[in-house]
Each structure stands twice: as C-alpha cells, then as structure tokens.
C-alpha cells in the first residue's frame, strides 16, 4: 500500500495577495533490486540505477526481497553495445523484456533509453526528457569558454566547440542537430547557427554592445534576441528566415532574456524594478506587466506553457527556485535553501533542470515536479554559464 506523508504550509506577500506554498512529500515506494550478467569492464551498473531512481517510481535496493529485479546484460557489437533488460515481479514472473543498440562512445543515452522506454510501455511514467541532450556553454578561463553536448547526469561530455569567447548556446530545433550561439570575440558581435550534421555555421545577425538569441519560436521561424541600441539592451523580434526584426521594448534601462509566452506575448527580465524582475508583455504592445513581487534578483527563468520557473534570492542570500503561473496568483516554492539557478523546463513540463552552488562547487539538479524529489550530479570543470535542454 502506498503511503504518503504531505506538510504544507503557506506564505502570503501582502503587496500582491500571492499565495506561495511549499509541499513535501515523503512515499513509500515498491523496491526494486538492479542486477546484471555482464562482463563489460565499466560502471555501466552506477548509469542504469541512476536512471531508475531519477524516475521516482522506485526504491532501489540491493535486498534480495525486492519487489522486483532488473537483470540487464550488456554485451559489444562492433561500435555499439547491445543492451538487454528482463523486469521480474514477485515469483519470479517476467513483467518485460526488450533489447537495445547504442554506439559505445555515448553509451549512457543506451541507459536512458532502456528505462524511459520500459517505463512508458508498462505505463509507469513518461520520462523521455532523460534521452534529451544538453547544450552547456561553459566558462573556463578569461575570455575562453567551450560549448559542449552532454547527457542529464553529466556522465556524457562532448565538447562542439572551444578557443575564444562563445555564449549563449541555444539549440535551433526539436531534433537537436543544430545551435544558435553568440561569438563575442571581435568588437563586432555575430550571432551564428552552427550545424552539428556538417559542422558548417551561418551568419544569423551582428552588433555591438550586447547580442544573444535567448528564444526560438515553436515553428522555428521566429527568435527573440537582446540587442544593445543607444547603449541600452533591448528585446527585438527576429524572423530567422527573411532576417527582419521588430523592436519589442524601449526602455531606458535593461531588457533582456526574453522567451515567447504562447503566440503572442513574451517574459523578459528587466531593471524596471530597480533590480532584476520578470515583466511580460504582448508582441504587439508596448506596456509590460511585472511578474513577480518578492525577491530582489529574479534574472533567470524557463517557460513552459503559461507556467514560469524562476531564480530568486531571498533576504539570506540563497537563491531559491519557484514556479508561477501566469494566469492566475498562484506560485510554489521548489526549493528551500542554497543556491540554485538556471531553472530549465523538460519538454513535456513535469521535470526542471538547474544548477545548485555549493560553495566552489556546482552540480546540475533534477528536480521532478509531480513527485517532490531533487537529484544532483556534481560538475567537476568550469562554470556554467548557460544551458539548455
């Protein structure tokens, strides 16, 4: 029988009449023991547990009472591996069976697409967003970075692109086979959409100042990009195809980040507040609203939807993650302490990928909405400045 412990309580900001609320939940869940009949000489076992427990559906256990056992057997087949995996239940009774190929040079999305695609064929959960790749553009020296492709857990790192200052990496389609990124090192910046199928990169816009794509629209035909005019960085709408572009905000002041909310209004964070918020406002309109009513830096956000997840640092400092939705006054606390940010939405809405600080140390986190659950994978080089899923 499942069980459940919920604690609740609220928290009301009078300026605004908002309602936060913060919920932790604590479940019993069915066990279940991972074993293998491998002879493959890496920790492939550590990568295919991880997998199960990030998707919150079960308690893994090395107790031979489980109430159920994942046998796995990896073997090589020229450049790939050939993944088998048998779920048992209780007597012994096989519940699933199915076998996988993956090329061994990436061989964690060969876990990742096992256990997703097992979860979803026994109608457990949907967590395709596991077999998503990330695109982390990262800071490792004075004006060096690298753009690099990895998996959820870090386990997978390539690195696309490195020598020189290149940001705000942005992926250009569903299918994940091409990116947006931001060159900063002439005085003249260019954004450039770089081909990962052929390695090419094409010239999208120049400025000066500052330039980033942060936004791309659903049918890809349109982004929404920060670009410095009269000194001050502003939002404009891009058509990626024709290459016109419409200037959304006129503030003497600081507009930037902006991402679609539907078809026809956009979030952005700007100073209007007199330190970082999140306004919206409607393509075709002049006047933003303001989002949020507490915090005193909500500078990084995701949408998903009507929904926002944002960073926010509180009076102690921490930086806590909230979701809100855009239609009504409601707004949840993620997080309780630390510093987190970054926040990313899943595709499908149900999972936020951000980054937590400790101290020195940065880790990517996996928060999973509908089951109050955080996971962390530690990043062990550089600094993060942007991501996305």
Do not use: C, N
């Given at each position: 029988m499942k069980k459940i412990v919920l604690l609740f309580f609220s928290l009301v900001c009078l300026s605004a009449d908002i309602i936060m609320d913060v919920v932790s939940?604590?479940?019993?869940?069915?066990?279940?023991r991972i074993t293998t009949s491998s002879l493959v000489n890496f920790d492939f076992d550590k990568v295919i547990k991880n997998d199960?427990?990030?998707?919150?559906?079960f308690e893994v256990t090395d107790s031979t009472d489980a109430n159920y056992e994942l046998n796995y057997t990896l073997v090589p087949s020229g450049n790939n591996y050939d993944l088998t995996i048998v779920l048992k239940g209780e007597n012994n009774i096989s519940k699933y069976e199915n076998k996988f190929s993956y090329p061994k040079n990436a061989y964690v999305f060969l876990?990742?697409?096992?256990?997703?695609?097992?979860?979803k064929d026994l109608k457990?959960?949907?967590?395709?967003?596991?077999n998503r790749k990330i695109l982390i553009t990262r800071k490792?020296?004075?004006k060096q970075s690298q753009i690099l492709i990895a998996d959820y857990t870090l386990n997978y790192q390539k690195i696309i692109m490195q020598g020189g200052l290149n940001l705000f990496a942005k992926w250009a389609n569903e299918e994940q086979n091409a990116f947006y990124y931001t060159d900063y090192n002439k005085d003249t910046l260019s954004i450039y959409k770089y081909n990962l199928l052929n390695n090419q990169k094409t010239l999208i816009t120049q400025g000066v100042g500052m330039l980033a794509l942060s936004d791309i629209s659903k049918d890809g035909s349109k982004a929404l990009i920060t670009k410095t005019i009269e000194d001050q960085?502003?939002?404009?709408?891009?058509?990626?195809n024709t290459k016109?572009?419409?200037?959304?905000?006129?503030?003497?002041?600081?507009?930037?980040?902006a991402k679609f909310l539907g078809d026809n209004s956009f979030a952005f964070v700007s100073d209007r507040s007199s330190y970082p918020n999140l306004y919206m406002q409607g393509l075709d309109k002049n006047n933003a609203t303001q989002l949020v009513y507490h915090g005193k830096n909500n500078s990084a956000f995701s949408v998903f939807n009507n929904y926002i997840v944002y960073s926010s640092r509180e009076k102690s400092g921490d930086f806590n993650l909230y979701v809100m939705a855009t239609d009504s006054q409601y707004v949840r606390q993620l997080t309780l302490n630390g510093r987190n940010i970054f926040p990313n939405f899943s595709n499908d809405g149900k999972t936020i990928m951000f980054i937590k600080l400790l101290g020195m140390q940065s880790s990517l986190g996996i928060l999973r909405l509908d089951e109050n659950k955080?996971?962390?994978?530690?990043?062990?080089?550089?600094?993060?400045?942007?991501?996305?899923w």
């Open positions: 939940e604590q479940q019993v869940l069915p066990k279940i199960v427990l990030v998707s919150s559906k876990s990742h697409k096992a256990i997703s695609t097992m979860l457990i959960a949907d967590i395709d967003w596991m490792i020296a004075a960085p502003e939002v404009f709408l891009f058509d990626l016109a572009s419409k200037r959304l905000t006129s503030y003497k002041g600081i507009d930037v980040s955080v996971y962390h994978f530690p990043l062990k080089v550089g600094k993060i400045s942007t991501l996305d």
